[in-house]
């Protein structure tokens, strides 16, 4: 009796990873109040109501909390048998998005009601569920090219294309990004690795140079780095007043950038406006609470119940720390502007929900955690 007591008590769910909890909670509510501080100007002219981007980010806040509360119950087993819907639902939001109303000249987002979901995201989560399963399966002695790997790239041409048909480089970027390191945390065979990396490194720089707004921007960057005058407008403007906060910024609600000196400041470009107002101290108290979802996140996946779970969760923690990576290095003028979200911080739901329903899995996965 007491040794059954004691194997279910083995066998039951510990308690979710609380830092990453709590952090991406402080995440999502100072996200919301930089929203608010970043956009109220340019909501007042635009709409006549200076918390009209605030009150749809608390929104967001509000149905992230829920995502990241209530989904942490939901056992990761369950994505491990609807991985083929999600997968399916992933591509098929790719190509209804191709029908929608054009914004700035890019067909990204789907929009339901008050809520605007992109496309790209709900697709990597798919991809990500899809090579967790599927590679799960082989090990590095019984792995075939065309059996274990063909499929996969197949999927990441097919979402890589119907992306750039909205077009969104920096979604392929990041897809394409996620899933070479996925690859080589699976243990598939160096050699491919390598074998698959030349033409998508040949193929990228075709991408780039073949849709012309994505050559301006790369003009317009390497000519910023030799000439900072004559640097693109948005990356000029980014780094200026990322700066210009010092060590501890101006206050919040200080900060001149949401005077449409930085565009999107409250989207790609929130980094900038919290450095200008909060300083250097804030930036990198955001920038230390990434590493620790990351650093966490990949402990967790280490001591993961399952291969599945554990590439599943490495997965997940490699898209959100190399998506933010990436836009933190557009706001310091490091790269040439992507069109990347910064996760938990920026304007936008799918963002939010997608993030949080990445980090939901995560915290699921933590609960079964070897010790």
Known sequence: MLESVEAAAANRPGRPDRPIFWVAICLLAFGAVMVFSASAHMAAENYRVPFFFFLKQFLFFCLGFAILLGGSHIPYQFWHRTYRLWLIV?????????FMPSVRGAKRWLFVGPLSLQASEGFRFGMILFLAATWAKHFRSDFAFKKNLLPQVILLGTGCVLTMLQPDLGA??????????LMFLAGLPLRHLFFLTAPAVVLGCILVLGFGYKHDRLENFTTGVVDPF???????????????????????????AKFLYVPDAHTDFILAAVGEELGLLATLAIISAYLLICVRGLRIASRAPDRFSALLVAGLVLTLGLQAAINICVVLALIPPTGLPLPLLSYGGSSVLFTTLALAVILNVSRHAKT
């Open 90 to 98: 992933g591509v098929a939001l790719l190509l209804v998005v191709l």
């Open 172 to 181: 392929v970027i990041l897809l394409a990004s996620t899933f070479f390191a």
């Open 230 to 256: 004559a640097a693109g407008y948005q990356v000029k403007q980014g780094a200026i007043y990322m700066g210009s906060g010092g060590i501890a910024g101006r206050g919040l609600g200080g900060g001149l």
